[in-house]
């Protein structure tokens, strides 16, 4: 049972866009809610273009779906929604320019639904972020961000950055996790970075079980990052394409502490591994966008 779809699948339906997909409102987001035999059930803020659940159909009815997400009671409307698969661009981290949102303008931002499809077998959603006044006051650029989503017994994620510009990124997603120090990542590759320390690694194996906080930039990962519950019972996998790093973070118990949307004893539920652009940025060109994707698969042990 995924927590935010248990939510979500009780709000009013304000449009039916297809048999499977549905347009909702939780407090004042606005969501998208997927619920399809094969594709399984999803849930997608508007507000950042960013799926917050997906649970896919061949889950165990105990699961609790793939992605962490934070009550969404503890949401704000202006302020990244932390979990799921939060969409970090045009940079990445506190990179932007003086004042400005850590992690670009695209995750507090509210994205417009430009299309979606369904078959037996998948349903596809697709959203789009255009330049305003708001976001030309943070970055001067024009540009064309788009999102798909294909949902089958997987869950495809791709962005596809349309411009003339360079712009750091993440698919910054929130693995759900049974509890921090029983999880185990692999395919990390042999060297990182410490982003608390700034020390580099080499000549590492590759995996890693944080038990604390943990920011590690993996510079020259596998592209296949598996993330094995001992608790939950499954390994999930993250296909990474066109990426340069992948990111690992859980802020620990100290800082999360600190974090108004985590409850307590929250962190320990989840790991995050993100598919990044950050060592080498995305290159968007005319008629040669910048690209970024991570598939999703969960197996069960
Ligand atoms: O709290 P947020 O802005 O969502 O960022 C959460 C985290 O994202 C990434 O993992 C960064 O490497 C961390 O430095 C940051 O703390």
């Known amino acids: 049972m995924d927590q935010i779809f248990e939510k979500f699948r009780t709000l009013p339906v304000e449009e039916q866009l297809s048999p499977a997909l549905t347009r909702r409102r939780y407090a004042d987001f606005p969501v998208l809610v997927v619920d399809h035999p094969r594709a399984g059930q999803a849930c997608l803020s508007l507000q950042g273009g960013q799926l917050v659940s997906w649970r896919p159909a061949g889950a165990r009815p105990d699961d609790p779906g793939v992605l962490w997400s934070a009550d969404p009671d503890l949401w704000r409307r202006g302020t990244a929604v932390r979990g799921g698969v939060p969409l970090c661009w045009p940079w990445f981290g506190p990179s932007g320019p003086a004042g400005s949102p850590s992690h670009g303008f695209a995750r507090t931002t509210d994205w417009e639904l430009t299309g979606w499809e369904e078959d ?17 006051a943070l970055w001067p650029e ?20 349309r411009g003339d510009h360079t712009a750091t990124a993440a698919l910054h997603t929130y693995v759900r996790i049974g509890d921090l120090g029983r999880a185990h990542l692999a395919g990390l590759g042999p060297e990182h970075t410490d982003g608390i320390t700034r020390r ?3 000549d590492e194996d590759g995996t890693l079980t944080p038990v604390d906080h943990v920011e590690r930039f993996q510079t020259a990962p596998a592209p296949v990052t ?13 296909a990474h394409h066109d990426h340069s790093d992948v990111v690992v973070w859980n802020p620990g118990a100290e800082l999360a502490r600190g974090m108004a949307d985590l409850a307590p004893q929250e962190h320990r539920h989840f790991l995050c591994a993100e598919t990044a652009r950050v060592g080498r940025p995305l290159v968007a060109e005319e008629g040669r ?5 991570v598939e999703l698969r969960m197996t069960e042990l």
């Open 142 to 161: 024009e540009f064309v961000l788009v999102v798909r989503y294909t949902l089958t017994d997987s869950c495809l994620i791709e962005i596809e950055d």
């Open 120 to 136: 037996a077998d998948r349903v596809v959603v697709e959203c789009t972020l255009r330049p305003s006044e708001a976001t030309r």
């Open 226 to 238: 598996t993330v094995r519950d001992e608790v939950l019972g499954r390994i999930v996998a993250l």
């Open 200 to 202: 580099r690694y080499e």
């Open 289 to 293: 966008p910048g690209r970024l994707a």
